[in-house]
């Protein structure tokens, strides 16, 4: 990618093959095409629930007639005369053993002929450059030894994040990791502890204008997301630089801007107010709260209006309820933040809150930056 983005390669073979399926994978079948490839194949060792690759970039690249071959693996390169023809791979068969993990078994070997061969199976990190006898720790996979909280290695005044610190997750991350490290290095410079830091916090206000008025659009729409008008195949690929996606039409956009599921408006319960009329359960679209005797886990979430089965996600239950004892409980996987409970609600035990993140900054020592979200 960095050579086509500098125009080192401006032409590729017709038969290319993609090793890998990640969202660079993508970028790499899709640029080839535009090359002047015209028999392109992604080659991947799992089935496609197993792909790191965005739905949607799978979905744009084979709507570019880009094939995605699944259940194989790499075995060899195969040259001839000094040429590349083309690669062995082995298909396998996938299934679980006994512990669930998964097992692949090679049913053959097939070989698929190709003009380029692009390996985009991503990246790892190196650090030959670092002497050993500097006094830095490194872990047996060779990546430095770093503080989760300083973000300083085994070095004073040297820090680390994003990749570099704990592997490959995705630029949010590294954006949260400098904003830390700043700290800690700015406290370096001024000779305080690296681990003393300005305290974070948080913060929620009632999103309420008037008994059913509120600061925020809250009109739920169960429509899905629309679909991006795209350049016609035919045009995409006659320049390099097209661009591909055409963007929202103003219809496209008012109805978009209304699936917006609020993210920073959170769903506030006082459960001392609460008079159990069920009239937030019957007002609910998603059906996502139940008022029932309180249980352990296991046996609460059979018993809720819509059975909760994802355990990966917590459930809020509250306090016991004045007039039974019983617990108000909503499963966050299906609530949306619409705020209709809290509009039918007439004790006001149902709110809508904006919560704010208070983060600190390198330099700070009292109050902090606000980030909502």
């Known amino acids: 990618m960095e050579s086509v983005a500098f125009e080192h390669i401006k032409s590729i073979g017709q038969r290319v093959l993609i090793i890998g399926v990640g969202n660079t994978a993508m970028d790499c079948c899709r640029t080839s095409r535009r090359l002047g490839g015209t028999d392109i194949k992604v080659m991947a060792r799992r089935p496609r629930e197993f792909f790191k690759a965005s739905p949607w970039e799978l979905e744009d690249a084979e709507e570019e007639l880009i094939e995605i071959v699944v259940n194989h693996s790499p075995k060899r390169f195969v040259v001839e005369d000094g040429k590349l023809r083309g690669m062995e791979f082995e298909r396998l068969e996938w299934s679980e053993d006994a512990k669930g993990r998964a097992t692949s078994t090679v049913i053959d070997t097939v070989f698929i002929p190709a003009d380029d061969v692009i390996v985009a199976i991503g990246q790892e990190n190196a650090f030959p450059w670092i002497e050993r006898d500097i006094g830095m720790e490194f872990d047996k996979s060779g990546m430095p030894i770093v503080d989760k909280v300083t973000f300083q290695s085994s070095v004073p005044g040297i820090f680390f994040g994003g990749d570099a610190a704990w592997g490959p997750k995705n630029i949010i991350w590294a954006v949260a990791h400098a904003h ?194």
């Open 180 to 373: 830390e490290a700043a700290i800690s290095i700015h406290n370096h410079c001024q000779g305080l502890a690296v681990a003393d830091r300005p305290a974070s916090g948080m913060n929620l206000v009632t999103q309420k204008m008037g008994m059913y008025e509120w600061s925020y659009s809250n009109d739920y729409n169960p429509a899905h997301r629309a679909k991006m008008k795209h350049v016609d195949l035919r045009e995409r690929f006659q320049k390099l630089s097209l661009e591909v996606e055409l963007g929202f039409d103003v219809d496209q956009i008012t109805r978009e801007v209304e699936r917006c599921l609020n993210c920073d408006i959170e769903t506030s319960f006082k459960d001392k107010l609460c008079i159990e009329c069920d009239a937030c359960i019957d007002i609910c679209p998603l059906q996502c709260l139940t008022i029932t005797p309180n249980a352990d886990e296991p046996a609460l979430r059979p018993r809720l209006t819509v059975p909760a089965k994802n355990t990966e996600q917590a459930l809020f239950v509250s306090g016991a309820l004045p007039q039974t004892g019983r617990v108000m409980v909503k499963d966050e996987d299906l609530c949306v933040h619409c705020g209709l409970c809290a509009e039918r609600c007439p004790t006001a035990a149902w709110d809508m809150e904006k919560f704010e993140l208070i983060l600190p900054h390198a330099g700070q020592k009292n109050g902090a930056s606000r980030k909502t979200g």
